[in-house]
Structure formats: structure tokens, C-alpha cells
């Protein structure tokens, strides 16, 4: 008797340590983006099917889960500090543009 292939898991199956087959997709994606040929968003469409926006609220969401820690930790830690980093960055540049807003708003003040 002739051994059957083992029909392929659909995208939304969990594995043993409790992410979905399309975690472990976006996982593998970031460990290796960059033999994609073209611009990273582009990749994402065509590997994903859905916006950069989109897969880039599915990768945060994915870090924050102890699964994918214990799935591979050396990339989620580094995904999570390169997030860190940019969410810092938008924060100083926010309050930089709001004082220049404030210095800008009093140099129009007409004074009696």
C-alpha cells in the first residue's frame, strides 16, 4: 500500500507551541525579507496578500506573544527593540515639532 502525503495544514492551524501556520510564515518572512528581490512592501503583498499596514499590525501583535518568544527569541527580541527604537524616535520628533510650534506661535504676539 502506497503511503499517503499528509495533506498541508491550513493557515490558521496551531502548532505545538501555539502559533498559526501563518505566524510562523510572517516569522520566517522576517528572518529572511531580504532575499525577497524588490522593495519589502512589495514582497509582503505578494507573499501575504495584504497591505504593509496590515502585516505590520499582525508582526507587532505577534511579537507581545510568549509563543513566538519561545518560537525563535533572538529574532522576536530584536524585532521588539528595533520597534522600541522607532516608537522612541516618533516620540522625540513629536515633541521637538511641538515646542517648535510653541516658539513659532509666540513670535507672531503683538504686544501692547
Same mark, same amino acid.
Given at each position: 500500500m502506497e503511503a499517503q502525503p499528509? %495533506?498541508?495544514?491550513? %493557515?490558521d492551524a496551531v502548532d505545538a507551541v501555539g502559533l498559526s501556520?501563518? /505566524?510562523?510564515?510572517?516569522?520566517g518572512f522576517e528572518h529572511e525579507w531580504w532575499r525577497h528581490g524588490g522593495a519589502?512592501?512589495?514582497?509582503? &503583498?505578494?507573499?501575504?496578500?495584504?497591505? !504593509? !499596514?496590515r502585516y505590520y499590525q499582525l508582526l507587532n501583535?505577534?511579537?507581545?506573544? %510568549? !509563543? !513566538?518568544?519561545?518560537?525563535? %527569541?533572538?529574532?522576536?527580541? &530584536?524585532?521588539?527593540?528595533?520597534? /522600541?527604537?522607532?516608537?522612541?524616535?516618533r516620540s522625540t520628533e513629536k515633541g521637538s515639532r511641538a515646542q517648535f510650534g510653541r516658539q513659532a506661535a509666540g513670535r507672531g504676539r503683538i504686544e501692547d
Open positions: 499528509e %495533506p498541508a495544514d491550513p %493557515p501556520g501563518r /505566524d510562523e510564515a510572517i516569522l519589502k512592501e512589495e514582497a509582503i &503583498r505578494r507573499e501575504f496578500g495584504v497591505s !504593509a !499596514a501583535s505577534l511579537i507581545d506573544s %510568549p !509563543a !513566538a518568544i519561545v518560537h525563535d %527569541p533572538m529574532l522576536v527580541r &530584536r524585532l521588539q527593540r528595533v520597534r /522600541d527604537e522607532r516608537t522612541s524616535e
